[in-house]
């Protein structure tokens, strides 16, 4: 193994705090094979161009996380890495030069480290070749595969000269969704498309087999299934119990806001809700119900927080309506007519009855200031700077969806104009990652002194798939704020 786990810990106690440790997954082949007439299925809204994403876009991502989470893995060597681009040996989990750290740590490198165990090689390359039909022989070929090289085809859906043997799993890139650190538990979700079902199961397996999670795998949390599902009829998502991770948002010790979206159901909310004061994980949970379209998706494409004062925000969802019901979440949004609408309640252990927001503002600015103590007014930063048709164009390429590497500092895509022209508006510094990532090498700024800056990220290919950096990231340690 690569990783020195004993120098992981778990720990998130909101979305602001400064950036320790995170799992990602970097572009692998299977993106470049995402056929026009299967994009959607695979949740993508287009192709993409694989090299263009990988050389201009991502490998940037790693490069500045390096320089914030493990400076030493990089640090002196920019001037080497960016000259040896052809052959991009640095970002490639199998190879030598790898980058192999512990705080920016790569999906494909824990699968391969615990696929070196017989029984669990065997035991997950069956479970993959159920869901995907495989015939026994080439389970068997499988089985008896180089666990690094195993590891690639249980991702990227190829073996033997490129061969596909079953579907890549390309969403695997949007490692938020597989499951979310809250505290010092993890809490592991259900998707609700069955093009994510492979990557949830390597979750699985990597989370409760990898010595880096031992310390942590009695606080693996597991949402069950409603256990009416298999009498009901129908297959409205209603009916399902499913919850993905950017619809989980941990933005204090002790508060969780869940969103029941196009992705998360009313029965994944309410079990989620179930399970965290069950295990007194936290305190209080905050159901924010979107509608279910596309255009949305998760709550993280509707806002994200900045600062502890400060989110981003679209402001066309700003406006919700009063629905008072039962003290449950499948009580309170069990009118179908309702599913359009957006509402809020917020839910708090050993309290029966619920207490509701009038707006997602009310909401955000209630965790600003009784959740985080901020000392200074509540601001928002709208999408596309609130300019109609810009707002809904910017939503759309992720405008909302940021990743903060420390309170003030965040990541989003270049793209977004009018949202960029609000955050210089609201005081925010701008900087390209490109010429961030010199500045950081030259040592002309330190990731400590750099305060209240977003910094623009290259987008024209990674748009394409729906997903910001907060997508982008499994954040497992921050700082308290």
């Avoid at 400076?71 to 030598?96: M, T, V």
């Avoid at 793209?415 to 961030?436: M, Q, Y």
Wanted: glycine content about 4%; overall charge negative; proline content about 4%.
């Amino acid at each position: 193994m690569i990783l020195n786990e004993e120098r992981l810990k778990v720990n998130v106690t909101s979305e602001i705090g400064t950036l320790r440790a995170l799992l990602i997954h970097s572009p692998d082949s299977g993106l470049g094979k995402v056929v026009p007439s299967k994009a959607q299925d695979w949740l993508f809204e287009d192709i993409v161009h694989l090299d263009t994403m990988r050389r201009n876009e991502y490998d940037h991502y790693v490069k500045l996380l390096l320089y914030f989470l493990d400076p030493d893995k990089i640090k002196g060597r920019l001037q080497q890495i960016d000259s040896h681009e052809a052959d991009r040996n640095f970002y490639k989990p199998d190879h030598q030069d790898f980058y192999a750290s512990d705080k920016v740590i790569e999906i494909q490198t824990l699968l391969a480290d615990i696929l070196e165990d017989a029984g669990i090689r065997e035991k997950l390359t069956a479970a993959v070749c159920a869901i995907e039909n495989c015939n026994y022989r080439l389970q068997q070929q499988l089985i008896e595969t180089d666990p690094v090289e195993l590891a690639k085809i249980l991702i990227s859906g190829s073996w033997q000269k490129d061969q596909m043997i079953f579907a890549p799993i390309p969403n695997l890139i949007f490692s938020r969704d597989i499951g979310i650190a809250i505290n010092d538990f993890i809490l592991l979700n259900k998707p609700a498309k069955k093009a994510r079902s492979r990557e949830t199961l390597l979750a699985r397996y990597i989370l409760f087999n990898h010595p880096l999670f031992e310390a942590f795998r009695d606080k693996i949390l597991e949402i069950p299934e409603n256990l009416h599902i298999f009498l009901r009829p129908g297959d409205e998502q209603g009916e399902k119990t499913t919850l993905e991770g950017g619809d989980v948002m941990v933005v204090s010790k002790e508060h969780v806001i869940i969103g029941c979206s196009e992705r998360t159901s009313v029965s994944g909310a309410h079990e989620a809700v179930k399970l965290l004061f069950e295990n007194n994980v936290v305190s209080k949970v905050t159901i924010l119900k979107i509608p279910h379209k596309r255009d949305y998706m998760h709550i993280d494409t509707v806002f994200t927080q900045v600062k502890r004062n400060v989110w981003v925000l679209l402001g066309s969802l700003a406006k919700t309506e009063k629905n008072r019901r039962g003290a449950d979440p499948i009580s309170w949004f069990a009118d179908k007519k309702q599913k359009d609408k957006t509402e809020i309640v917020q839910f708090t252990a050993g309290k029966q009855k619920p207490r509701t927001f009038d707006t997602i503002e009310d909401l955000l600015n209630d965790v600003s200031i009784n959740d985080l103590s901020s000392p200074e007014p509540t601001q928002f930063i709208y999408s596309g700077n609130n300019e109609f048709p810009f707002d809904a164009r910017e939503q759309w390429t992720d405008s909302c969806n940021l990743l903060a590497l420390k309170e003030g500092v965040v990541l989003g895509y270049d793209r977004n104009d009018k949202t960029v022209e609000a955050f210089v508006e609201s005081g925010f510094n701008i900087v390209k990652v490109t010429d961030l990532l010199q500045q950081l090498e030259s040592g002309d700024v330190t990731t400590d002194t750099i305060q209240d800056t977003l910094i623009l990220m290259p987008s024209s290919e990674l748009s394409r798939a729906r997903g910001g950096f907060h997508c982008m990231s499994l954040p497992l340690l921050r700082d308290s704020i």
